[in-house]
């Protein structure tokens, strides 16, 4: 349920929660496209999208559920920063970027 009263004339908030899902969404579609190409190359490979896959669904529920407490922050008077949640997934999407280039040069290289 959204809020009716919007506590920000240029929807900061709103435009914080999208950005949140729209990295979910690219992270559940890269993670889908390794675990099919993936898959071929070698099983851990395609378990490592699939568990791409599942870490960023639970950042598109994250997104929705940060959302309304943000509003009940906001409400309450209180700051909604939480800055160590932008840092943990900054440094998830780096480090699972990194091992699934190492892997997939790994498993490129041993097939060669």
């Known amino acids: 349920m959204r809020p009716e ?3 920000d004339p ?4 709103e435009r914080t929660s999208l ?3 729209r990295t979910a969404f690219a992270g559940i579609v890269v993670g889908s496209l390794l675990t099919r190409v993936g898959a071929s190359v070698h099983v851990l490979l395609g ?4 568990l791409q896959v599942c870490a960023s ?5 994250w997104s929705g559920r940060h ?4 509003h009940v922050q906001l409400r309450a ?9 932008a840092m943990v ?3 998830g999407a780096t480090v699972a970027t990194g091992m699934a280039t190492v892997l997939a040069l790994v498993f490129v290289v041993t097939d060669s």
């Open 5 to 7: 009263q919007v506590f």
């Open 10 to 13: 240029l929807l900061q908030q």
């Open 19 to 21: 950005a949140w899902e």
């Open 47 to 50: 378990g490592f999208g699939l």
């Open 57 to 61: 669904a639970a950042l598109l529920v």
């Open 67 to 70: 959302y309304e407490d943000l």
């Open 77 to 85: 008077g209180d700051t909604p920063t939480h800055p160590r949640a």
């Open 89 to 91: 997934v900054g440094v």
